[in-house]
């Protein structure tokens, strides 16, 4: 009984050391596949280039429409007088429906500041 007590305890330190052991390898292996992004993150990144102010600014935009005006969600500003601007690129409405309670949060803290709703 007692050899089959001190066996349980071996196999769970064990299964502690094969779990750090994975857990080290999936991290080397993840910072040697991802190289440039993994050690450099502020300077490889998607928002130091248009493409990654566009997403930005496109999620935004999602976001702030599908609370004011969900009906002209697709008549993005981008080129003003157009319609379903949106449409041509990618929408991300899933995105920003995901950001809409961030859209609500600011909205709400900037009326309790300046008393100006937005």
Known sequence: MASSVSEAAERRS???RE????????VALTAAL???????????GRVNNGDGQFSIWNVAW???TLVVDPLH???????????WTLAHSEN???AGAL???LYVEDSRRLYEI?????
Do not use: K
Not at 19 to 26: F, G, Q
């Open 114 to 118: 300046t008393g100006f709703p937005r």
């Open 73 to 83: 969600v697709y008549d993005a500003n981008i080129f003003y007088p157009h319609r």
């Open 19 to 26: 779990l750090l052991l994975v857990a080290a390898c999936a």
């Open 62 to 64: 999602v976001a702030r």
């Open 99 to 101: 950001a809409m309670h």
């Open 92 to 94: 991300n409405l899933g």
């Open 14 to 16: 064990g299964g502690w």
């Open 34 to 44: 991802t190289y440039p992004l993994a050690f450099q993150m502020g300077h490889v």
